[in-house]
């Protein structure tokens, strides 16, 4: 019999060290989506396309095109990463590897493979919104100290697609429904958040639908702080948007989990 | 020719050889999955340092009760007692003090042989250096000794399995489950897992393992039960159950197009029992029975001699073999 003379480490932690662990040894794979992909939209449309809106229209939003595009990719890049660490993985920990199995075999419980999930996913959404950050400043696209307080929206934008992402992921048995979810809602969502243009640009019935989304809210809400701009009223409900998404999300995942690994 | 009968539903294997407070009691111990019933109504005991078996074909309820034990599956009825607590509020606690080599691979592929043993480790929050001396005794002992830096998928199926049951030892567990642990491993690999399991109980480990081979069974376990349709049917040591449910011989009888000439056949042996592809003859001497089946001047196609096994036992409980 062994009693553990080790850390006290609590058991959500461990499952936490067990995903840096992972990561430590496979992170070059994972930098082309969080982070090379953003930085390159970021020159190419802030820079390439921005430079001929700058000549031809003027400002966007009264900002020039690149600083009125990179909080927008901001928020965006915090969509991506969750949903890409909420879908696969999940999946994968459950169906093929089988991760999940191996940690509830020891002392760890579901609702700690639960939390260490989404702690990591928090941490995996700082790392990328510090560096995301360091890269719009190196562009000349912040404005106003309020930026810094960008990373922990950019966290709960993240969150509130990774409760709904990682419960709906518990529940499938392919690979079909992410195919699905990517081309007809994170596509849709990335191109139409006010990610690259105003809302204004949309015919008039689609902003409410915009406005029942997620993105758009952490989009508004990261340009605020970007720009030093923030209406007080907006950004409130914004908050209050993620943040009950991100709760309703996590409570989701909490159930589904447990109907489908404890069984 | 005898009929068997598989409402024979023999007594409860509740006989704990030491006397001392058995590591693993279950009573009445009942799974349900909506509508099926995968363990129904069962009893048994595992003492200490014993190896256990629960002997049966696939859909017996073999995994479920495993899983059950294991602390991963909540029962539906009856009492379990694992190391002494209740599996239903003491999950963490009795997972922390046994180790579980699953019927599925759960090892981390894309990591190697070393990080795997790390991480499992790590869950039960030992000191990385304790999981790094234990690893490398327990590499040695599963034979991977200089695969260490190895990445896990490329390794052979018993290289995967025997790293899983290094893995599970890592916490230095009270009791080792192992659920189907050669199925889908070629003749040798086989062989040398049960060559491992073999030394484990040697230490004193309680070994409790699932298996559909009765050969299996045969060589690892000092007492077990057999199961069909989540009921147990019989119980106790391979040799009991083979001097109990079968005779010591048993002449296999093969004929031309299948057809066996089984009126012709009877009153040879104590049992017969015939099946697609042959009749089996269950007698204390299977030479004389074919002396006698030759000398009524029956002709079949092929004939053998062999000792009874839990195959046999098997098939005088339920009427069907363990594999399909």
Not at chain 1, 148 to 165: D, E, K, N, W, Y
Not at chain 1, 202 to 227: F, K, Q
Not at chain 2, 98 to 109: A, R, S
Not at chain 2, 262 to 286: N, T
Request: neutral net charge; contains cysteine; proline residues 5%.
């Amino acid at each position: 019999m062994d009693t553990a003379h080790g850390t006290r480490l609590p058991p959500t932690l461990r499952v936490l060290r067990y995903h840096f662990y992972t990561y430590m040894r496979t992170w070059r794979s994972s930098l082309t989506t969080s982070f090379l992909a953003p930085v390159l939209y970021l020159a190419a449309m802030g820079v390439g396309l921005g430079s001929l809106i700058n000549k031809h229209v003027g400002t966007v939003d009264h900002v020039r095109y690149l600083s009125f595009v990179a909080p927008g990719l901001l928020a965006a890049s915090a969509m991506q990463v969750a949903a890409s660490d909420s879908m696969y993985p999940v999946m994968a920990a459950i169906k093929w590897i089988r991760t999940y199995y191996a940690m509830l075999a020891t002392p760890l419980r579901v609702l700690d493979v639960l939390l260490g999930h989404f702690a990591w996913v928090t941490v995996r959404l700082v790392l990328t919104a510090v560096a995301y950050l360091g890269v719009m400043a190196a562009f000349g696209t912040v404005h106003s100290p309020l930026a810094l307080l960008a990373v922990p929206v950019a966290v709960l934008t993240g969150l509130a697609f990774s409760g709904v992402i990682s419960a709906f992921a518990a529940t499938q048995e392919n690979d079909q429904g992410f195919a699905t979810m990517s081309r007809m809602g994170l596509i849709p969502l990335f191109l139409l958040s006010a990610t690259f243009f105003p809302l204004t640009q949309l015919p008039g019935w689609m902003h409410p639908v915009a406005y029942a989304t997620p993105l758009y809210h952490g989009v508004d809400l990261c340009r605020m702080l970007v720009l030093g701009r923030v209406d007080r009223i907006s950004a409130m409900w914004d908050v209050m948007y993620l943040a009950g998404l991100s709760a309703f999300g996590l409570l989701l995942a909490r159930r589904l989990f447990a109907k489908r690994l404890v069984v | 020719m005898q009929s068997h009968s598989p409402s024979s539903l023999a007594a409860p294997a509740h006989e704990s050889p030491t006397g001392e407070e058995p590591v693993v009691s279950a009573r009445g111990l009942a799974k349900r999955f909506d509508d099926l019933v995968a363990v129904d109504s069962v009893d048994f005991d595992i003492a200490r340092g014993e190896s256990f078996g629960f002997l049966g074909p696939n859909g017996a309820g073999k995994t479920s009760t495993m899983r059950m034990i294991a602390c991963m599956s909540p029962k539906s009825a009856g009492t379990l007692r694992v190391l002494g607590m209740d599996p239903d509020t003491d999950g963490p606690a009795i997972r922390g003090r046994i180790g579980l080599v699953p019927q599925e691979d759960t090892l981390d592929l894309q990591l190697t042989v070393l990080d795997n043993l790390m991480i499992y480790g790590r869950y039960f929050d030992l000191p990385k250096k304790v999981i790094r001396e234990r690893a490398q005794r327990l590499l040695e002992f599963a034979e991977l000794g200089d695969r260490a830096a190895d990445t896990v998928e490329p390794l052979s199926g018993g290289m995967k399995r025997r790293l899983t049951i290094a893995r599970a030892l890592i916490s230095e567990p009270d009791l080792l489950i192992l659920d189907e642990p050669t199925t889908g491993l070629d003749p040798q690999a086989r062989h040398l897992l049960w060559d491992r399991l073999y030394r484990l109980k040697s230490q004193g480990v309680t070994l409790v393992i699932t298996t559909h081979y009765m050969d299996e069974a045969e060589q690892l376990c000092d007492r077990l039960v057999v199961m069909d349709k989540g009921r147990i049917a019989a119980s106790g040591s391979p040799a009991d159950l083979i001097e109990h449910y079968a005779t010591r011989e048993v002449l296999e009888l093969r004929f031309h197009g299948g057809e066996a000439p089984v009126e012709r056949l009877q009153g040879i042996a104590d049992r017969a029992e015939v099946l697609p592809d042959r009749v089996l003859l269950y007698s204390s001497d299977g030479d004389r029975a074919l002396e006698e089946v030759r000398a009524r001047g029956i002709d079949p196609l092929n004939s053998l001699v062999r000792r009874s096994t839990l195959e046999d036992v098997f098939l005088s409980l339920t009427g069907r073999t363990l594999v399909d």
